[in-house]
T-cell receptor
Framework: DAKTTQPPSMDCAEGRAANLPCNHS???????VYWYRQIHSQGPQYIIH???NNETNEMASLIITEDRKSSTLILPHSTLRDTAVYYC????????????FGKGTRLHILP | DADVTQTPRNRITKTGKRIMLECSQT?????MYWYRQDPGLGLRLIYY???????NKGEISDGYSVSRQAQAKFSLSLESAIPNQTALYFC??????????????FGSGTRLTVV
């Protein structure tokens, strides 16, 4: 089973910040949080990752709670092109890189 | 050229036929994976390989086999295709380490239909 839990779907108005939650309550100390997104039927693409500090890049921000049991992906100014399925996964620091993807969150950006 | 190339992009085959899906990568990654995606079910791991001599079963390996011909090539075979193997198949690579360069890189997918 996937080690993360995400809501199956969310809506967000275009131009607004989209906040996608992820629960990873069983995360261990050597596991990172990664976010990927899949637009239509294309291969999933990397968005951002983090261990315990908040992270920001040109695509998004990642907020990880202090206890690391949950995180939120923030798309600051959503556009219609952000409509996709977003996957939150945990990835070990070392060997054993056999990721089980959950069903992700289907984000609809509404015009 | 794409970092991870899957061929064919689309394929229709008949029940009982043997079919091979191919994946090649220019990332130089040791680790390669095959995933299957059905509508509403996310990505499910079929097989994975951490190097040329390493092959491991994933969540749903029954009815599938794989071959790691070289570091850059990882093929998936359906020995006798059946209709419930109709799905979108993805190949991916990764490398130990953290960050975009080491994380999963996916191919564009192969849409397989078994009739």
């Amino acid at each position: 089973d996937a080690k993360t839990t995400q809501p199956p779907s969310m809506d967000c108005a275009e131009g607004r910040a989209a906040n996608l939650p992820c629960n990873h309550s069983t995360i261990s100390g050597n596991e990172y949080v990664y976010w990927y997104r899949q637009i239509h039927s294309q291969g999933p693409q990397y968005i951002i990752h983090g261990l315990k500090n908040n992270e920001t890049n040109e695509m998004a921000s990642l907020i990880i709670t202090e206890d690391r049991k949950s995180s939120t992906l923030i798309l600051p100014h959503s556009t219609l092109r952000d409509t996709a399925v977003y996957y939150c996964i945990v990835r070990p620091r070392d060997v054993g890189d056999k990721i089980i993807f959950g069903k992700g969150t289907r984000l609809h950006i509404l015009p | 050229d794409a970092d991870v190339t899957q061929t064919p992009r689309n394929r229709i085959t008949k029940t009982g036929k043997r079919i091979m899906l191919e994946c090649s990568q220019t990332k130089g990654h040791d680790r390669m994976y095959w995933y299957r995606q059905d509508p509403g079910l996310g990505l499910r791991l079929i097989y994975y390989s951490f190097d040329v001599k390493d092959i491991n079963k994933g969540e749903i390996s029954d009815g599938y086999s794989v071959s790691r011909q070289a570091q850059a090539k990882f093929s998936l075979s359906l020995e006798s295709a059946i209709p419930n193997q109709t799905a979108l198949y993805f190949c991916a690579t990764s490398e130990p380490g953290q960050g975009k360069a080491y994380g999963y890189t996916f191919g564009s997918g192969t849409r397989l239909t078994v009739v």
